[in-house]
């Protein structure tokens, strides 16, 4: 069985060059692009009317080709898909953002996302989604978002949740998988019909670097709809960064010299004290000092000998804890150059 993950899908095609149709056949057979995305539903479960409910379909190019995004399109107008990015290169990690339309549709909804994929083959995946639209609870904001801050920060939000429809409606515990978020009500506001909640959620300064994609299950004690979810969203911007994130050699020769160059950025001045990389083909010239901006210099040469690359550097600095950021260096090393 040919594994797409250790090969270059255009060699292959390009080797069977007179088999190709029905060998793409036989590619999107094998499910090759499926295998990019590590998960392929997502139930919303119940959520209020008009709030805030997205989920990102993460997905990574495992391939040594680009991989390119034709469509994207929906089964169900109560999802809205949208894609990231529609080429990615090796290593490249995108998604597939499916918002779930709360404000123009109600009660049990479902859709499938189909993404075609033209490019290095033509192929096909389903996502699918599924939630329930309740009329009698909303939030106001539609969610929880803190917006991008530094790391090592903390903030804090305040919601409304209003419920109609029962006075003696009561939130009885909120919930969530994720420890950085801390969680206030105060006492309820009852009128006729309707009752509200001030509720306030604090992002601790420990939360991890990058996208906040969380949410919150606030249990009542409704026995038909004991549940209801809400959208917690935001970015911890890293201390420190590496552009670009991506690095391509192209396809050069076995005694090349390529240079290329990265930009080092954090928040406080540093240094950067190691560059670690596992191939000995490439060198760095690093920058001395402390500053928030560095200019580093990686140099590839050539040893002969001929191979796909597919390199990490991780970029090690003086800032707390050591740290660091990594970037992918790719290509193809053969007897042809550009």
């Known amino acids: 069985m040919v594994r797409f993950e250790r090969r270059g899908l255009f060699l292959i095609l390009l080797a069977f060059g007179i088999l ?9 057979a094998q499910n090759w692009a499926e295998k990019m995305f590590k998960v392929k539903s997502h139930d919303f479960r119940s959520v209020g009317r008009g709030t805030k409910s997205v989920f990102h379909f993460d997905f990574s190019n495992l391939y040594e080709e680009d991989v390119h995004i034709a469509a994207v399109r929906t089964s169900c107008g109560c999802t809205t898909p949208t894609v990231s990015q529609k ?14 339309n709360t404000s123009s549709f109600v009660g049990q909804k479902s859709a499938t996302i189909t993404v075609v994929f033209d490019r290095p083959a033509y192929a096909e995946v389903q996502l699918k989604v599924s939630g329930y639209i309740r009329t009698d609870i909303t939030f106001d904001p539609p969610e929880i978002n803190y917006g991008e801050l530094a790391a090592g920060t903390s903030r804090e939000q305040t919601v409304t949740i209003t419920h109609r429809g029962n006075s003696d409606w009561e939130i009885t515990d909120v919930r969530s998988h994720c420890r950085h978020l801390e969680v206030r009500l105060d006492p309820p506001q009852r009128s006729q019909g309707q009752v509200q909640y001030r ?28 549940t209801t ?6 970015r911890v911007r890293p201390s420190v ?9 192209g396809n ?5 010299e390529i240079s290329r ?15 670690q990389c596992a191939d ?16 580093m210099s990686v140099e590839f040469k050539g040893d002969g000998s001929a191979d796909r690359i597919s390199q990490q550097i991780r970029i090690v600095t003086s800032l707390p804890g050591e740290k660091s950021a990594s970037c992918i260096v790719t290509g193809t090393v053969s007897g042809v150059s550009n």
């Open 229 to 234: 979810e809400m959208a917690i969203a935001g």
């Open 241 to 249: 960064s590496v552009s670009p994130a991506s690095v391509s050699l």
């Open 252 to 256: 050069t020769s076995p005694t090349s």
């Open 20 to 28: 190709l149709p029905a060998f793409s056949q036989q590619v999107s």
């Open 261 to 275: 160059r990265l930009v080092v950025r954090g928040d406080e001045p540093f240094e950067i004290m190691d560059v």
């Open 87 to 100: 080429t990615l290169k090796t290593h490249e990690t995108a998604s597939v953002k499916a918002t779930f």
């Open 199 to 226: 509720m306030s959620v604090k992002l601790d300064e420990s939360m991890e670097e990058g996208d906040i994609r969380e949410r919150l299950t606030l249990i009542s004690n409704d026995s038909q709809f004991p």
């Open 280 to 295: 000995q083909r490439f060198q760095f010239k690093v920058p001395t000092g402390r500053k928030k901006v560095h200019l």
